[in-house]
């Protein structure tokens, strides 16, 4: 029998419902529920690549981690009352899980900071909830800061194995926190504190077993192992609850990623394995197009090919269609992922129903979601019918949430999984009744489709409502990321299409791309509504953001911050000279040498001394910069001028 972990229990069924059964029997508390996270000492918890060695961490180890924290904090932080709010400002690491449990565990309430905040949003936060310390992975804050090796009474490298460690770890005394709290993305004009007692997450529990039992395929493991890729930030309550919460109360497995390059995303789901993924949709959306370009790449034939199996698998009937996927598309797997991903999730955002279509008709399995930093993860498209699979839908509510679209088209969600109370603005919620979620909705036979935020609709110059949701999918071309805006001017508001073009096309080019995007508005029957394009030579998202922030970006344009591009005006030998200088500093980066001393003819290999796995980093931060594969075949590249040139003639892909 394939092991799965569970211990004594047979089945994953009876292994889950033992679980729930003692969280219900034994108290809906923090200290109840690390005492089942726990349970399985044997069990890994967490996975990270350190060179050529995986280094794995048990559950049993990572407790015993805990309570050595727990121990030091209670003696660093002498000074604060029980309940007193503590920070938590780290990114996604066993340090954050082991942390985030001594804070608990020491009787404090933690906050989840936002690691993508701006310090006078999180400054506010903090204020709200009357946080008296952080614990920080380098940032100091004006309160009181403990960095790691503050905590560092004990470690796992201060003698002894893993056993005796975890045999000679205190016990828990006194009582565990009562709440944690979980910041907004800040996408508002206010940064949102959210407030959730282990009741909550009970019940958020208890809705994910209902969730595996009505589909199997996300509790599916790999060789016996269920791996989730730890991509999603622990301190957002997507990645907090769908990702850590719902599985590592079962005792699975986290596997860590090192940075957030692409390369190293497939690199780590390879070699650990990983059999889930969740994720927001620009990561689909940019693996999406990598993966379409690759197969373009291969030729027109095998272009072709592809296009001909994918039509031929949304033709034939569900099973066939599965048995057929697995088999026709496992090469292109090969390219993406692998075979181990078993379930992925999108959430938080928008998702073009044809990417949807395109991974699970390659053979994966990619479900869209619905939650909110103020109700949690209230629903999960679990169909396997392709009609709702792919269609967009984010499912049907869990058990202990309920939805009801108003009269307005805006989605209300009530229940038991809510956030217990909200602090914004100087103001605190508590949950009651209906939660007024802000985003338009509809329903079809009981499944949910989200259709943008409210606060999103522009009032077109006929006084029609545009949903830019439903507008920009119609609006992308090739390499040109869309945002519609409405913008004020001359007392009215007039809808803006902002493409993201790059900084460095020239002047035809630009004229290409407006072109383009004009016959994109045309062919939507919007030529007399988009009243303008403003061409951008920068990212619609800032570091921080990961879907468009239409209320900033909006306020930037009205106030002239956004560099918008007039191919008029452009200058191309400047745009190229910006160009060459960009290409010399990444050559010079992956040479290590200052960037005025290499010229634009100058070889990388005879003249400037650069070996092979030089040459391959500086493509990687090509790719990285432009948007651009540049491929290895033969080394072809070799100087700055060569790459600019390539640069140029393949610029239409790039932003």
Same mark, same amino acid.
């Given at each position: 029998m394939t092991d799965y972990h569970l211990g004594a229990f047979r089945s994953i069924k009876a292994f889950v419902e033992d679980k729930i059964r003692w969280f219900s029997e034994h108290g809906h508390t923090f200290e109840t529920m690390f005492a089942l996270m726990f349970r399985e000492e044997e069990n890994v918890l967490y996975e990270r690549s350190e060179g050529y060695r995986i280094r794995k961490t048990t559950y049993g180890e990572a407790k015993a981690h805990v309570l050595r924290k727990r121990a030091v904090l209670k003696e660093r932080l002498a000074g604060l009352a029980p309940d007193t709010v503590v920070g938590l400002h780290m990114d996604n690491s066993l340090e954050w899980i082991e942390t985030? =449990? *001594?804070?608990l565990a020491a009787g404090y309430r933690p906050l989840l900071m936002n690691l993508r905040l701006p310090e006078a949003l999180l400054a506010e936060a903090m204020q709200a909830c009357g946080c008296a310390a952080v614990i920080s992975d380098g940032k100091r804050f004006d309160c009181l800061t403990l960095l790691p090796e503050d905590l560092a009474g =004990? &470690?796992?490298?201060?003698? /002894?194995?893993?056993?005796?460690? *975890?045999?000679?770890?205190? *016990? *828990?005394v006194g009582p565990f926190g009562t709440e944690l709290l979980v910041m907004s993305s800040g996408t508002s004009e206010h940064v949102k504190v959210c407030a959730y007692t282990a009741e909550e997450f009970f019940y958020q529990i208890v809705d994910s077993y209902r969730i595996i039992s009505d589909c199997p395929q996300m509790k599916k493991h790999y060789d016996g192992e269920l791996k989730l890729l730890a991509f999603l930030p622990f301190y957002h309550v997507f990645g907090l609850i769908a990702v850590y919460l719902w599985f590592g109360f079962f005792a699975r497995t986290f596997v860590h990623l090192n940075d957030l390059a692409p390369q190293t995303i497939v690199n780590t789901i390879k070699r650990h394995k990983v059999t889930h993924v969740f994720a927001v949709p620009l990561f689909w959306e940019k693996v999406y197009e990598q993966a379409l370009r690759g197969i373009r790449e291969r030729g027109e034939a095998t272009w072709n090919k592809f296009e001909r199996a994918l039509a031929l698998q949304q033709k034939l009937p569900e099973p066939a269609a599965r048995a057929f996927s697995a088999a026709a598309f496992r090469e292109v797997r090969d390219k993406i992922f692998g075979q181990s991903i078993c379930f992925m999730i999108t959430g938080g955002s928008y998702i073009d129903p044809e990417i949807l279509t395109f991974f699970n008709g390659i053979g994966y399995r990619l479900a869209n979601g619905y939650g909110m930093t103020e109700i949690g993860i209230t629903s999960v498209e679990?169909? $396997? @019918?392709? %009609?709702w699979l792919c269609s967009g839908s984010v499912g049907k509510p869990v058990g202990h949430a309920e939805y009801r679209v108003d009269e307005n088209g805006e989605l209300l969600v009530r229940g038991e999984v809510l956030a217990r109370y909200v602090l914004c603005g100087g103001e605190r919620t508590d949950r009651d009744g209906w939660f007024r979620t802000q985003d338009l909705a509809s329903c079809t036979d009981g499944h949910y489709f989200l259709q943008g935020r409210r606060d999103d609709l522009i009032i077109g110059p006929e006084g029609e409502n545009l949903n830019p949701n439903l507008i920009e999918p119609q609006l992308r071309t090739d390499g040109c990321a869309v945002c519609l805006i409405g913008a004020r001017q001359n /007392? @009215? &508001?007039?809808?803006v299409l902002?493409?993201?073009?790059?900084?460095?096309l020239t002047g035809e080019q630009? %004229? &290409?791309a407006e072109s383009a995007l004009r016959d994109k508005i045309a062919q939507a029957g919007l030529s007399g509504t988009v009243g303008k394009i403003a061409l951008l030579g920068e990212p619609l998202l800032t570091e921080t953001e990961f879907k468009p922030n239409r209320i900033r970006l909006a306020a930037d344009y009205a106030a002239g911050r956004l560099k918008v591009l007039d191919p008029a005006s452009r200058q191309d030998e400047a745009v190229l000279g910006e160009l060459a200088l960009r290409v010399r500093t990444c050559m010079a980066e992956a040479l290590g040498r200052p960037a005025e001393e290499i010229s634009a003819e100058a070889d990388f290999f005879t003249e400037l001394g650069g070996s092979s796995? $030089?040459?391959? /980093?500086m493509l990687a931060k090509l790719e990285e910069e432009f948007t651009l594969p540049f491929p290895p075949e033969n080394l072809q590249l070799r100087t700055v001028s060569q790459i600019a040139g390539y640069i140029r003639q393949n610029f239409d892909g790039a932003r």
């Open positions: 985030f =449990w *001594a804070i =004990w &470690t796992e490298d201060e003698g /002894g194995d893993a056993a005796e460690n *975890a045999a000679a770890a205190p *016990a *828990a679990l169909s $396997d @019918k392709r %009609r /007392g @009215k &508001t007039v809808p902002l493409a993201s073009v790059g900084p460095y630009l %004229r &290409t796995i $030089d040459y391959f /980093g």
